[in-house]
């Protein structure tokens, strides 16, 4: 999980390409665009109206396929399936309250509460930085002209958050693809357009690929359902690095010196570069490694007890959970996403050493033992027992009045 120091932000109206300056009827409505844009900021640091907008217009070269009753019909009953799957390899009841199938438009507006909760505090600090190129002495003088320099810059970021969460509604398979709790709490969410077109590329059976996105799904429910502190654990996690970013005034202030706001074109080659740059002391770092640990817990809890669940029912269990694995630990269009938005990739790099210790707690404990880690923060592992997942699932530790907890 590496800080991006050098991420490009472009900007761009929705749907829209660079206006022709010759053709007078696209300059129109350019302008027309631009003027609605600065009219209606939104509340918050993010126009987050821009954003779905932007986002949506993202998904029509790909196209959005519709939900089938097939489809919805398939999602309900992997899912059902998944859950039943999961119950002898996890202390943890169902965590699934209701079953839906997305199509990727669904699935931008059920996520967005989230997205919005992560990423207000960056681009709060994004736009008060671009503030702060007024001097003090100017500000003064341009009044209600002041609050266009905020209304900016929550349009650069709500553009540059709309193509990325466009992209992004083209590749995730669910709710819970990338670790975090996106969705509603209780909603297990797949999306059969994305499910689809990861199966052809896997060049396995599309009911074994849902099954597996189906499972992965139902145990993270399990585990945010179930384990009460978890959800804002992680989020919080994600909240304290980010807030430990800071902002490249200097970057900001050469891209702001490039519009001419004769030209509406230089409103539409707005490029911020280097904008996000780490800030590299201890309590970042340890920022940095209590949000590592958390993600590669959770990943590697559910792949652990996915295939489990799945070892002898699924006849490409071993192919899928490989492909998984690399997925995650690659870093796919979700990581690159929130690297963007954020700077910082939402990637478990220890995945697999994480898996490793959980099947040791699960070989020495048993079940009910391993899972009793969840009832509370201080129980779980750090990163310093991922070293040695034996020693650690050996060592002395009283869980006799822990089942409660769960």
């Known amino acids: 999980m590496d800080c991006v120091p050098d ?115 960056v681009a709060g600090r994004m736009v008060a930085a671009m503030g702060d190129l007024v001097p003090p002495e100017a500000r003064a003088q341009l009044g209600p002209m002041q609050s266009m320099v ?91 690095y980010a807030a430990g970013i800071t902002v490249n005034r200097e970057a900001i202030e050469e891209a702001m010196g490039r519009v001419d706001p004769t030209n509406p074109e230089s409103m539409q080659a707005i490029v911020l570069e280097g904008i996000f740059t780490p800030e590299d002391t201890p309590a970042q770092k340890a920022s940095l490694a209590r949000l590592e640990t958390a993600l590669a817990l959770v990943e590697g809890w559910v792949c652990h007890v996915v295939d489990s669940a799945a070892g002898e029912r699924l006849p490409n269990v071993v192919k899928l959970g490989e492909a998984f694995r690399r997925r995650r630990a690659a870093g796919g269009p979700a990581e690159q996403t929130f690297a963007a938005l954020v700077g910082l990739e939402l990637r478990p790099r220890r995945l697999r050493e994480a898996a490793t210790l959980w099947a040791a707690l699960t070989e020495h404990r048993g079940i009910s033992g391993r899972d009793a880690l969840w009832g509370h923060p201080d129980l779980l592992p750090s990163a310093e027992d991922f070293a040695d997942p034996d020693g650690y699932a050996r060592s002395q530790l009283d869980l006799g009045n822990l089942d409660d907890l769960l």
Not at 152 to 159: D, E, I, Q, S, Y
């Open 7 to 121: 991420i490009p932000f472009g900007f761009a109206l929705p749907g829209a390409q660079p206006p022709d300056p010759n053709d007078p009827q696209q300059m129109q409505q350019f302008m027309a665009q631009l003027q609605q844009l600065l009219a209606s900021p939104g509340t918050g640091p993010v126009n987050w109206d821009l954003a779905r907008q932007v986002a949506v217009s993202q998904l029509s070269p790909a196209g959005d396929p519709a939900v089938n009753p097939f489809d919805r019909n398939a999602v309900d009953e992997a899912l059902r399936l998944a859950d039943l799957w999961l119950e002898p390899t996890s202390a943890l009841p169902s965590g699934i309250h209701t079953s839906v199938a997305w199509n990727r438009n669904e699935w931008i507006f059920n996520t967005l509460p989230v997205w919005k909760k992560l990423c207000d505090p």
């Open 150 to 240: 905020a209304t900016l810059g929550g349009a650069l970021f709500g553009g540059q958050l709309g193509q990325a969460l466009g992209s992004l509604a083209s590749e995730v398979l669910s709710a819970g693809d990338i670790g975090l709790p996106l969705g509603p709490a209780g909603t297990a969410a797949l999306v059969p357009a994305n499910i689809n077109e990861y199966g052809k590329g896997l060049e396995l059976p599309l009911d074994e690929v849902r099954l597996y996105v189906a499972l992965r799904e139902a145990a993270h429910q399990r585990l945010f359902q179930h384990v009460p502190w978890l959800r804002g654990h992680v989020l919080t996690a994600v909240e304290m």
